[in-house]
């Protein structure tokens, strides 16, 4: 598995003046550990090393400050036994043992005679490794060993395969007896360094490798802490491993403390659950604004504003504190100028924000970067969705401001031509071609394959500025300005109307995926369309045809709802957004077809995704996967590269459950409601605990009947009412 150069990374990537991933390595699809703590996160192999050449190291702010870390009985690879990460994602535990080690042809210790026990974690820039080694044989052994470190400073956009100009200067590595550090001088200034430090002094120490020798008495064992410190411009404080430990376990927690705990009769379901919110709770990132759920390890650990606004909207009824996080966060960084190179405008919402070294001098254009067309509506949305669910006045008067610019940048400057859709098209030399969430170079085409010019009107995009005008209408309703509220509904009604006569192919029967510059449709059979139920743009006629659509094998696999039909030229069940299979889109799908009163249809997209979390690693639902048709006895099929965790698919499956239950909670009057809930067959009983409504709190049960599911208040905290509507 050891790539000993880094010349194998044209083997790994390719690019065409895009941003996402091609995958060509079959490396990439090898076992990884993820580890992640704030601006850092880690990709280990199964060993718990890091193989020069490939995608691991330790990252921090963009960068890659540890690109080797290996673990050898002196020269001999250990033989592997077991490694997994913690149920709270927060540790890696790994088991290793010794092959037979000889000396001079004589094996000298016998092969299984010594465990090897790492243990590691992050904390504040700091990667943490308990390593421990006990003799399990009948004699005394002299163990040799060895870590083998590297250091390449790498920006994540190297990694991913673009190339530089010109990268900073490596600077000489300072040996101490017991630490080492590797300097960088950025191209951006900045002074990077990956300082090393062992708790016991090694034998001999170089910029490469630190030896170690013990002798272990029968049952005897020998430990080493050491950690990976990631400095930025400043010294970094290293506490202890166990004060470290402590903190971390601490901090998880509270997170999950915080939110409704779910449990269900059916222990599957509920790993599903708890490896997923854990997943949601190590992508959870402290800002000056609360914490944001980044996109994804390990190509999107940084805040993007559709990914973080999605995951909010999947997770309110779970843990609305992260929406808060996420308005106020996206709120501050709106854009305020006309900057054509970061395709900002006044009122625009953020696409993605990146710190390192590449995006610092403008290698890439995403140091701050407004290139999506449907940030800017969703983050009104969900600024409805949360004052709905929590009755948060002081937060929307907060962001009041933020809010009107956004609504203005979808009158002024969403809609290019005048024609009452909102359009986007690439400014930025070094931006995305496409700006929706289906964001590939070929993503948008029409019916023949061909890909279409812009400005382009995507239907779902429609969508999302109908409910956010829908919803700023009763904001400002709430505000006490009543004239502006009947304005925003009339333009919303105004919308929806339009959308049916524009949008809407009784050859395809679903809406377009979007109009082009000349509004010529493109024809083509796309999950975008789904999306309408979920905004509630779409007429209950084509709602009613778009859901017999989605069932049809043409879109769904058995494992959810392709993102483009089988039936369209450019269908390809291997590509990233043409025929690939993604869990946040299927939530939306889910939550759209429950809002719209086919819950038996939602119910088979969260039967669909929780059977294919029965064949996942950990449970854990992966960014996308392949859209090839279900085969019996088998699990879906992997997607290489997809990020794992990723916000928005970890998320998934609580939108699902939600539009299954028919759950909505009206914060201002306390009230939660059930409306016509329906559980599948797997699932007898759900018991939520700490539902926030309002200032109180309720824990309910629901338990599953033959053609009912039946309610029962078990505690009440504040004066909250239920309805269940049947």
Known sequence: MIREDLGLLKDIISFKNQYYIKITSPQLGMVKHVLKHGETFAIFDRFGDIQPGGDGGVYHEGTRFLSRLNF?????????????????????????????????????????????????????????????????????VDVPFS????????????????????????????????????????AD???????????????????????????????????????????????????????????????????????????????????????????IHIMLTKTSYGFYPYGGIPWFNTAFGRDGIITSLELLWVDPYIAKGVLLYLAANQASHDIPNEDAEP????????????????????????????????????????????????????????????????????????????????????????QGWKDSSDSIFYEDGATAEGPIALCEVQGYVYAAKSRASELTRMLG???????????????????????????????????????????????????????????????????????????????????????????????????????????????????YGYKDLAL???????????????????ELFCGFERRRGEGPTLYPGACVPQSWAAAAPFLMLQACMGLSVVGEQAKVIFDHPVLPEFLQKIRLKNLKVGNGAVDVLLTRQKKDVELNVIRKRGNVDIMVMK
């Open 72 to 140: 050898t009985f002196g020269s001999f690879q250990p033989l592997f036994l077991s490694s997994g990460i913690k149920e709270d994602n927060a540790f890696l535990t790994v088991d290793l043992t010794n092959p037979d080690i000889t000396a001079k042809d004589v094996v000298v210790v016998p092969k299984g005679s010594l465990h090897v026990f790492r243990s590691k974690f992050l904390y504040n820039g700091v990667c943490y490794e308990h390593l421990r080694i006990r003799n399990y044989g009948l004699y005394s």
């Open 147 to 186: 870590v083998h470190f590297g250091s390449d400073f790498a920006d994540v956009f190297e990694v991913r395969g673009v190339k530089r100009r010109k990268r900073g200067k490596q600077l000489n590595p300072l040996i101490q007896k017991r630490k080492i550090v590797f300097p960088y001088r950025g």
């Open 481 to 595: 300005d009543v004239g502006k509220a009947r304005s925003l509904a009339r333009q919303a009604a105004g919308l929806k109307e339009k959308f049916q006569k524009k949008f809407w192919s009784d050859d395809i029967s679903t809406y377009v995926l979007a109009l082009d510059g000349k509004k010529r449709p493109c024809k083509v059979r796309t999950s975008n369309a789904a999306h309408s139920l979920f905004s509630g743009i779409a007429s209950s006629k084509h709602a009613r045809r778009i859901s017999s659509l989605l069932m049809d094998d043409i879109f769904f696999s058995g494992w959810g709802v392709r993102t483009v039909a089988t039936s369209e030229v450019r269908y390809n069940p291997t590509s990233y957004h043409n025929g690939s299979i993604w869990p946040h889109d299927n939530a939306l799908v889910a939550f759209g077809l429950g809002r």
């Open 604 to 622: 088979k997209i969260l039967t669909s995704f929780f059977d294919a979390s029965l064949f996942l690693e950990n449970h854990r639902l992966p």
């Open 347 to 434: 009122g625009k919402i953020l696409h993605e924000i990146r710190k390192g070294e590449m995006a610092r001098i403008g290698e890439v254009p995403f140091r701050r970067y407004y290139g999506s067309v449907d940030s800017t509506p969703l983050f009104v949305f969900l600024a409805g969705e949360y004052y709905r669910h929590t009755g948060d006045k002081n937060l929307i008067k907060k962001i009041w401001p933020n809010i009107e610019m956004a609504l203005r940048w979808m009158d002024e400057y969403g809609d290019h031509d005048g024609d009452g859709f909102v359009e986007y098209i690439r400014r930025s030399p070094k931006g995305l071609l496409h």
């Open 189 to 279: 200034g900045r002074l990077r360094k990956t300082i090393i430090r062992f708790s016991r002094e090694p034998n001999r120490i170089s910029n490469s490798k630190a030896d170690f020798h013990v002798r272990l008495q029968p049952k005897e064992e020998t430990s080493l802490l050491m950690t990976v410190a990631c400095e930025l411009d400043k010294t970094l404080p290293v506490i202890p491993y166990e004060n470290a430990a402590r903190k971390v376990r601490s901090t998880l927690r509270s997170m999950k403390a915080r939110g409704c705990e779910i449990y269900t009769s059916n222990e599957q379901f509920n790993d599903w659950l708890n490896r997923s919110l854990a997943d």
